[in-house]
């Protein structure tokens, strides 16, 4: 074989001007040798290449000239192999993101949302297996590298249920408790749907008169004391709305009920039924009931804070560390609820307090009706089954990008969470087919199917608690879509330093209900502010809660569509989807797309895309509502936020430095590494590990008080409503202590416990703020 260089003579020979080589020719009569001028060059009819041996490499000019040349497109092809490679790693992640887009259909997203929501599949059961084995079998079907993992955790069932209205002068009213078939929906006749009841509500039986507490906040039972309406020994009824219904339970008992029925008021859940029910219209009907779990904790409430593995230590039911409720519930419909709430006299209930149920007047009791109430549960230990799908980082397998949805519903739940698992599962086949194409993340994804999520949140909090240590050194990220598909309109919640990437994303993204414009446009209108509204995630209404809350990892959670009127009730089935929730299955389409596309900026991104910049915005802002609420609470002067104002302006600073340190990063182009010199890559490493791992630093061993398991002290519940969600919940959850105490020397005592949590609050933002900077103090 030739060598390159005489390749590149022969191609400039074959193209050098004709004035050139007679230049050259002529030159060569001067040579040495005294010889005459050659003949022109011509080519060998037996060579494909001119016969570059007939010009000898002693003639001077034409030497350097060739030699010139030859090094001029050497120079031009070096440019050229340099810019390809450039190219190649500047740009590869843009050409795979559009392939993904392209893979992503609807037909494919609907096929899984049918298959999956063919049999109610309550956690624990038979059919909620198979849903798992079809999980798993699908993502092997797309080429990915598919396990499961099992725990045996408590769960509960309904074995009897009895509500019996009785009052003077009527006849006895023994309710229905189930809900009704409706025309042209065979889910709502399926024979294997478990009634509604509520999980983890104890057995029980009691007969008492029954006081209406609107939505059962603990300002409606404080409001219930102030109009003389007792609560003690009666059988409380609520509407559903508002907070978590393990609250309600929990609010009652602490006022002293004995039981709990909850309904569904066509106020909340039919439109005030002006536009008629399911199935002529989206709206809950009458006899539609909403099941749930009362259990206000997180996990297995028998292996609190450890994983639920067959030999696991348990806790005996009775235990109070179990935070099982101690009054038994449940749920009924509006159809039950009428005349119960027709039964009562006493005041009138205020006016917003009133729902749309036909009566002239919601009162509070208490009585003249009462409630014979009888529940037998079956508590008992079954296994559960997550399921895992892992496609393995090429440059660093140990850093995990986790997205995540549930399996499990009370019934068919085709929009929670199986609107979710079709998107989760419509991801594994994009991967799939980029994998065929020869992608490889930069970073471990992990695709995750949990369980048992609707008892509480159990199956991804026993994995979390499993899979703790390993979690908190390589975690880099935890997205999570549960009711992926409700309605339109996009909604988000997300760790503050992941705010761009997500606005970033949804300007590449189609709005699925008007091709005109962008996902993010449509978001911005929705929003009316001038940037998109995105929720923090303090509540424990999904799986994101055991990453953040107790793990620290850094999580996003995204749907579309907010309350829907069907929830949790056996008309969540796939009837209801493709008449009302997503017809031509195009949202599922746009979910799916940004989920993926966040996926792909944060498993290939050489610098990770998170911005702390806005989590030091949000800190300031969560202080200054602080110390509004101090004022107007007419707090002691010795209670300060100094310790806060302090710490933000050292988080500041370390802000700013890193921010330094990662343009200077991406000006070096530290992206793409070759060779033995590996030192680029290690200290890019550096920087994304101070970024994934400052989310942690807000952890506190000790927790939020009363509720240790939750370690996040921005982000966390409030002690009064699992749905909610405050930042700095230690804080307001203490002045709320504070403001409500009479006695004087109480009152100093909590006002104390205010200026220690603010100082807990403080530290941990200091925490955060070194791991930010980087170096030992």
């Known amino acids: 074989m030739q060598p390159l260089s005489w390749w590149v003579q022969c191609l400039v020979l ?10 050259a020719d002529h030159q060569r009569s001067d040579n040495a040798y005294g010889e005459e001028e050659a003949a022109p060059l011509r080519p060998d009819r037996n060579s494909p290449l001119p016969m570059c041996d007939s010009f000898k490499p002693c003639r001077k000019g034409a030497f350097i000239l060739v030699t010139s040349l030859t090094l001029a497109v050497l120079s031009v092809l070096a440019m050229h192999l340099f810019l390809s490679i450039w190219l190649s790693s500047n740009h590869k992640e843009e050409n795979w993101q559009r392939m993904f887009v392209d893979y992503i259909d609807n037909n494919s997203i609907s096929n899984h949302l049918q298959q999956l929501t063919k049999e109610p599949h309550v956690a624990g059961t038979t059919e909620n297996f198979k849903t798992a084995e079809y999980v798993e079998s699908t993502f092997r079907d797309y080429g990915l590298d598919a396990h499961h993992k099992d725990f045996d955790v408590l769960l509960t069932y309904p074995l009897h249920r009895s509500l019996v209205l009785t009052q003077p002068g009527h006849e006895t009213i023994e309710l229905f408790l189930n809900e009704r078939a409706v025309p042209g929906d065979p889910y709502s006749n399926n024979s294997k749907v478990m009634p509604p009841f509520h999980g983890y509500a104890p057995s029980g039986n009691a007969s008492a008169e029954v006081v209406y507490a609107n939505y059962g906040r603990q300002e409606d039972f404080e409001k219930l004391s102030q109009l003389g309406a007792t609560v003690e020994g009666a059988i409380v009824i609520a509407r559903y709305g508002m907070i978590y219904r393990g609250d309600i339970v929990e609010n009652a008992a602490r006022a ?22 399911y199935p002529d219209s989206q709206w809950l009907p009458p006899s539609g009931a909403q099941r749930g779990s009362v259990y206000r904790g997180i996990g297995d409430p028998l292996t609190p804070g450890w994983a639920s593995e067959s030999e696991a230590e348990r806790l005996s039911v009775d235990d109070p560390n179990t935070m099982l409720p101690r009054i038994p519930s449940l749920p009924i419909s509006a159809e039950d609820a009428l005349p119960i709430l027709r039964s009562l006299s ?3 209930a205020p006016l917003e307090w009133q729902g749309t149920l036909e009566l002239s007047d919601y009162k509070l009791g208490r009585g003249p009706g009462r409630l014979n109430f009888s529940y037998v549960a079956n508590q008992t230990v079954r296994p559960i089954r997550n399921v895992f799908a892992t496609i393995l980082g090429s440059e660093e397998p140990d850093r995990f990008v986790l997205l995540g949805n549930h399996r499990d519903a009370w019934a068919f739940g085709a929009v929670d969470p199986n609107s979710g698992t079709a998107a989760l599962l419509e991801l594994a086949r994009g991967f799939g087919k980029l994998l065929e194409q020869g992608w490889r993340p930069h970073r471990t994804i992990v695709l995750c199917s949990w369980d048992a999520e609707e008892f509480g949140l159990v199956g991804s909090t026993e994995w979390v608690e499993q899979n703790s240590d390993i979690l908190n050194a390589n975690a880099v990220v935890y997205m999570n879509v549960d009711c992926a598909v409700a309605g339109p309109g996009l909604n988000a919640g997300a760790s503050p330093q992941l705010d761009d990437l997500l606005i970033e994303t949804t300007k590449q993204v189609t709005d699925p209900d008007d091709f005109g414009q962008s996902l993010y446009d449509s978001w911005m209108v929705s929003s009316n502010k001038p940037t998109p509204s995105i929720g923090r995630l303090g509540g424990g209404d999904s799986d994101f809660a ?6 620290g990892v850094p999580s996003m959670d995204i749907y579309f569509g907010a309350d829907y009127p069907v929830y949790h009730s056996i008309y969540d089935n796939y009837n209801w989807m493709v008449k009302f929730g997503d017809p031509l299955f195009r949202r599922h389409v746009a979910i799916t797309t940004v989920w993926g596309l966040l996926a792909l900026r944060l498993a290939d991104d050489a610098i990770l895309p998170m911005k702390y910049e806005n989590y030091a915005n949000e800190l300031h802002t969560y202080t200054l509502s602080i110390i ?20 933000l302006k050292d988080l500041g600073a370390s802000i700013s430095k890193i921010s330094q340190e990662l343009k200077a990063v991406n000006q070096e182009g530290m992206g793409v590494h070759s060779g033995p010199d590996l030192g680029p890559f290690y200290r890019q490493r550096g920087l994304n590990d101070r970024l994934l791992r400052a989310e942690r630093a807000f952890l506190d061993s000790e927790g939020i008080p009363g509720y240790s398991w939750y370690k996040h002290l921005v982000y966390g519940p409030v002690s009064n409503n699992n749905y909610g969600s405050l930042s700095f919940p230690a804080i307001w959850d203490s002045i709320y202590e504070a403001t409500g105490s009479s006695n004087d020397a109480s009152n100093s005592t909590k006002w104390a416990a205010v200026q220690h949590q603010i100082f807990r609050s403080a530290r941990a933002i200091t925490r955060a703020s070194l791991v930010l900077r980087g170096k030992l103090t």
């Open 628 to 647: 509004s609420r101090l004022k107007e609470a007419d707090a002691p002067e010795s209670i300060s936020c100094t310790p806060l104002l302090s710490a």
């Open 346 to 348: 006493g005041p009138v």
């Open 256 to 277: 002293g009920a004995v039981a709990v029925v909850i309904y569904s008021d066509p106020f909340d859940y039919g439109n005030n039924g002006t536009q008629g029910y």
């Open 14 to 23: 074959r193209t050098l001007p004709g004035s050139l080589l007679r230049r």
């Open 546 to 551: 055991s990453f953040l809350q107790h793990a």
